[in-house]
């Protein structure tokens, strides 16, 4: 089956710092990739659904400038948290969709991330 | 809107059956999708339904009718290690999958 995967798992950081999340389809190409976060007790809430070689589509309420998406090549998708705060602690979650639109999306294992 | 509901909690006993209901609302349909969810990890998929119908994958199966906006995800045989969060997303006109708010499940002995 299709393998995502996410790096690093976890990861703490002080508040102000940036942090790159990376998001790798292992064994096929990922035409898109999507980042989403979920905070403890909720469900996923989708940030921003990138194509390869193409800029991020952001959803309402996230913002671009902040949570930077780089989707270079069919195999790798980029988060990065700029200028980190306590609030954006959360569980990053990233998936990847191959060439068919009705393909399901495989999901990497997640990034846990904690700001202090 | 688009909507997807699907109940936030329930009960049932290890050895038992369980269905998982999900009601949708959305501006067209491409496939509605069930993912596991276990505290602290990503979603797992479990199954596809884009026709009416009832898919069975073991322990598990879904069912869908396109005509009601409806679906149900029935576990049977329940195991402990079932304990989790089940989710319902349904691909819209756009490609787009909208996500349930999800059921957490809870198994007792």
């Known amino acids: 089956g299709a393998v995502v995967s996410q790096h690093p798992s976890r990861v703490i950081c002080k508040s102000g710092t940036s942090v790159k999340i990376e998001c790798r389809s292992l064994?096929?190409?990922?035409?898109?990739m999507f980042w989403y976060r979920q905070f403890p007790k909720q469900s996923l809430m989708l940030m921003a659904t990138?194509?390869?070689?193409?800029?991020?589509?952001?959803e309402q309420g996230v913002e671009k400038d902040k949570f930077l998406i780089n989707h270079a090549s069919l195999t790798l998708s980029t988060l990065t948290v700029t200028s980190a705060h306590p609030e954006d602690s959360s569980f990053y979650i990233c998936?990847?969709?191959?060439?068919?639109?009705?393909?399901?999306?495989?999901f990497g294992p997640g990034t846990r991330l904690t700001v202090t | 809107g688009q909507n997807i509901d699907q109940p936030t909690e329930m009960t049932a006993t290890e050895g038992a059956i369980v269905q998982i209901n999900c009601t949708y609302q959305?501006?067209?349909?491409?496939?509605l999708f069930w993912y596991q969810q276990h505290a602290g990890e990503a979603p797992t998929f479990l199954s596809y339904?884009?026709l009416d119908g009832l898919e069975e994958k073991g322990r598990f199966s879904s069912f869908l009718s396109r005509s009601k906006g409806y679906s149900y995800l029935l576990l049977k045989e329940l195991q402990m290690k079932d304990s989790a969060s089940y989710l319902c997303?349904?691909?819209?006109?756009?490609?787009?999958?909208?996500w349930g708010a999800g059921t957490k499940l809870i198994i007792k002995p």
């Open positions: 998936s990847a969709r191959g060439e068919h639109r009705d393909y399901e999306q495989y």
């Open positions: 064994d096929f190409q990922a035409t898109t």
């Open positions: 990138s194509n390869e070689g193409s800029k991020a589509t952001y």
């Open positions: 959305t501006s067209g349909f491409n496939g």
């Open positions: 339904n884009v």
């Open positions: 997303a349904v691909t819209d006109s756009n490609y787009q999958l909208i």
